[in-house]
């Protein structure tokens, strides 16, 4: 009991001294540029709107829905041990054809063209 009280007066005490010593120690003079968050080369005070490329955006939500379907595929090679491999090569095959007529159709719309 005696050491519990002891090291939670150690502990309140050192607190507070680093406490008033930070508060002692703290310099006045504030400085713009010091003050301001970095980023990396861009002035944070200006308008946080700037321009962006929607295609850049669409390029992204693209990879991201046919990253997510080629994840899909990936336990159908672990349940080729458990069940009949025609079903799953069927499956599989349907899935690879969906994914490529989604990307004929993107390049047919325009989605993945770069021209400007």
């Known amino acids: 009991m005696l050491l519990a009280l002891q090291a939670t007066t150690i502990m309140i005490i050192s607190s507070l ?4 010593s930070s508060i002692l120690a703290k310099k006045t003079f ?3 540029e010091k003050s301001s968050p970095f980023e990396c080369g861009f002035d944070p005070k200006t308008s946080a709107r700037l321009p962006f490329s929607l295609q850049f955006f669409l390029i992204a939500v693209i990879f991201l ?3 997510v379907e080629i994840t899909l595929l990936i336990p159908m090679i672990t349940i080729m041990k ?6 799953i090569m069927f499956l599989a095959s349907a899935f690879i054809i969906i994914l ?3 990307t004929f159709h993107e390049w047919n719309q325009g989605a993945l063209n770069w021209a400007l």
Do not use: A, P
């Not at 001294?17 to 008033?20: D, F, N, P």
């Not at 458990?82 to 079903?87: A, K, V």
């Open 17 to 20: 001294m680093m406490l008033v």
């Open 30 to 32: 504030m400085d713009r």
């Open 65 to 67: 829905i046919f990253d």
């Open 82 to 87: 458990t069940t009949n491999t025609s079903n």
């Open 100 to 102: 490529i007529l989604g």
